[in-house]
């Protein structure tokens, strides 16, 4: 039997980051992950903090330490992988360190995803060493497996894609790629994300009662998911409108999609080349027409469900895609990525 | 002083004729609305029925008695105008016998919403008088205050509008009507609504477990929303795509709305418009660009919000719209068309 | 016609205090109230602020600008009447000036609520002018009209009761008071609030994703309501156990409240124990045994329900108490106490 | 290695069902569950039905069809186990016929729960074979396998414990049975559960606008799990007080708990006693003085969370018990049965 890899997660005490510490938990081919903290973290004590301290639910298991970062203590420990569930300014300043140390990353911020200026622009980064910065931006791998399984495995740096860009991405590239669409006439994505989605810093805008009994859209025009989705499907973004709203719950993206096909088509026809592009895709489930998707369908899997409604003029197409945006989303999508990376199934800890 | 008016309820014991009677109860130009009760509801018991014991929240402020509808005891009690919140079979019956009494009625269902046969085909009436419910069909006037306060006033059958039109026909009429939309492009619609839209009856649709944590898209194409779209906008409804889905909320609705400009503009041109449009309209509020109405800031009241963003190509552009669907969406928007019809402030038990 | 009141709120940015703006800006005894900032708030900008930019909400109905405080400019616009929504330690200081200047108080916070040292304590207060304090601590009127109506009319300063304690001491004083309680038996309340009862400062037990799918109990034998249903009870702390609860829900109060009884009593004497200590007040509602109040019920009104359901027994006897927090238990009742102040009706604008 | 175990589910279509299919599904030691409906079901369709058209979340692995009852079948499929997740009168008549057939039962109904005929009486069975029923009635073990671990493995037929007398017993079972409790000043469970637990049936009380934004109490003094709370734990009705609540949440139980030591006592010592008694038990977490257990730390698990508040006089003592009513209250508590009845480990599939 093989050895078990080791790997190490820092921002553990996010949503992702803790989803993905459940999921690496039990997954089959790893030893223990390595729970990392920054050193700023550390300002508030100087001794090791246990996330079930910070997420009682986790409790019951033994213990999770935290760790400060540290690369001498991850080669010594041999961790070979790491997942970054950190901020795109954390990520960006910490990946250089870690491919220079051989240790391959899995990272889950927006801080990698993008290869063109014009969409890295909104990022604003200011990279100390900008060439290797650079580098590794032409380098990193987007990692949606779905389309992208032949760059994965032997990528260094993968950028987990976007929560929204995901749902997004995988409704359209079927109907995109075999250029089905008219896209003079403009794609959109009018998509609703639970609050998790926005990430666990206590604000105004995530404050219990302004979210219950409510719907909000927000960033339209400026989501920052907007550029993968363009940069993926080599759309401009004059065409592809990307409208998200905060939905009143916890967890959960529903994407509804709307395009314009260049003849009218049979549904039939449009369901076959959903089943064709996804065949023995095992993280896609393309539902029967006139069936649509659901948020709790996908919830607590590693799934991104996708389903349609065709107009009675045959062009009209309205396609509904589904996923947990922690998992599928986010965490899901990371430990996906690590399967292909060490030539595991790619189910591997996920069902 | 003038005399006060005395009207009458059907269907006070579902949502919107509930909330309907709440307005009733304290709009200072009625008298104690009459409450009726089709016969078919007493088959449970022969006594007169309470509101208060179907909705305590309605207890502490006298008895709510529901009579069993009667077309010489509403003469006998003076009632001039009968409100029907009921399916729109009944008030499909029903309205040729309040006419034919003398009586002015406000329908709260889509039976008389539509003019065009293949709108109304949707509903499938068998109409036992067919001279009659045809003659009453062009009579019928849509009030839509902010729209139609012309015909209102003098109308003897109001076609109260339906919740998500209401948000949909608001939000796009001041463009359309001065041409400024690309309809070539089609035009989108993206409506979500809480569960009280959709009726008291228990279904495993709207049980909680059903709805709590999820959101799902329904009768895309289909919804018969459409065809009063349609009408009032004189679109094809191949120009317009309306995809309705359910918000794990009670009450609200928020449509994001989707049109390409036929020439870029400027966002303070398309603001002026608005502002201009709804000159002197009470219950439309529209926003400051680029402020975006949320679902909270019109529950409970009879507001529909309007505000929307312009892409950077100046000719994309969302348009959200916020409604009480309870209140603007079907009961206030009932008083409000009451209040035209007897020359009271358009705003009178409205605020 | 006699001269209208005004008033004067601050805090009005709070949840309570935006409440009470709404119920003041309607209420028919009233010039439109005067809505103040501290001088604090200032600090990020110059000039006055709207209301209506915090909460668009209340957009629609003309501007709402907030001033700095000023006792001269108060005295010069004719305020005789200033309503604090405050912080306990805002009120505390606030609160001898008003009076200094002649102006009458009612006073929202916990500052002025407890006569007994022992109660008081746990708010900490170190008073810069504690002759001053001590005396308006003993002249202030505790503002549960359905209790203190003799008093509240000629006080300077009503402290407004905390939401809580409203639902708890409103459902067992007509008990306690005729003495029907085994009180060595202890007596117990279990209650559950909405968030907004929490306050609006955004932090992570207020967080959609902490409190959403969730329930948690919280301050078991320490939250500061204790102190005032004991002292308006008329109880030692160690008779009554006070375990409040965060419900996922924005608003309302349920109290599930234990008694054993000393004799056997039947169901019918109780109800009329009720029926007769609430005869003529307004804003209890006492359900028919064994009908059982609901939050729902009293949502957006200023009712406290009254149920109950007693045990085989005879003794055991469980009542359920509910209220919307933000009314009932905060702006309804500073209104209520308003109206007595003043000699009106006591539900001038609450209904 | 040992052949697997076949086993079959009859309810799969309801919650606790649903929750037990995957469960089974993902269990190392079993075969693919064998999926049942009642002949009654079939009156709809005479094909097999796919549990993944019922709840779609279940769809991507493979097809899942139930299967008329049929004991000949299930005998031939070698079918050793049988879980009934039904009505009560289903299991009352189905486990005698089970049984007779050599198939051991773990019943998830109230059929089987209860000894003595004072509390079975609410049931209300009418039993076609009086002597059968009343011999398996006696024969039945009450399934809390941090109670009756010795029995259960061999038993013939398990009775799965309700959903709420899991959180109440295991919160008092540590104190009772050391006597520390002064039963004479009554014990009180204040619960309060999600939706998922009043089942699937659709009704006016899981309309989804009944239970969002509310808070209710129901069956006071007279639910079901009372008899069992009172036997399991050698209490009288009239010792133990239950409250019983519906919660705004889809799933998930917190039981407050209040009772009277009979001596003062230090919180360690309680803590102590706790953990003491449940040494090596693993599906109960005892949460460390002052921490309290919350509802969102059990979801998705099959622990129940332990908690407790001791009031300054070391007396009066509020014991918070959290749990997933369709884990450990149900489907998760089931298979925890069925693991100690065939002897692996506790914990086998549970994780």
Known sequence: MAAKLRVAVLGATGYSGLELTRLLL????LEKPVLLRRSADSANGNGNVNLADIFPALSGNGRYPLEPLSW??????GVELL????????????????VAQGIRVVDLSGAWRLKQDQHR?????????AVTAAELTQKAVYGLPELNSDQIPDATLVANP???ATTVILALAPLLKSELVDREKGIIADSKSGVSGAGKEPSSRTHFVSVADNLSAYAVFTHRHLGEIAEQ???????VTFTPHLLPIPRGILSTIYVHLKQPMQAAKIEARYRDFYKGKRFVRVFANPKLPEIQ????????????????????????SCEDNLIKGAAGQ?????????????EEGLL
């Open 121 to 129: 622009a909104i990022y604003g980064f200011k990279d100390a060493d």
């Open 83 to 98: 997942f970054l569930a950190t901020p795109h300014e954390v990520s960006r300043a910490l990946v250089p360190e870690a």
């Open 297 to 320: 369908f996908s919830l607590n899997t590693n799934y991104c469900d996708l389903g349609f409604c065709l107009a009675p003029d045959g062009q009209r197409l309205v396609i509904i």
């Open 233 to 239: 499907l080599q759309l401009s973004t004059n065409e």
């Open 162 to 164: 976007g929560c929204y």
């Open 72 to 77: 001498p203590s991850l080669k010594q420990k």
């Open 334 to 346: 990371a430990v996906q990525n690590m399967n292909l990376m060490y030539g595991w199934s790619e």
């Open 26 to 29: 039990r997954h089959p081919q």
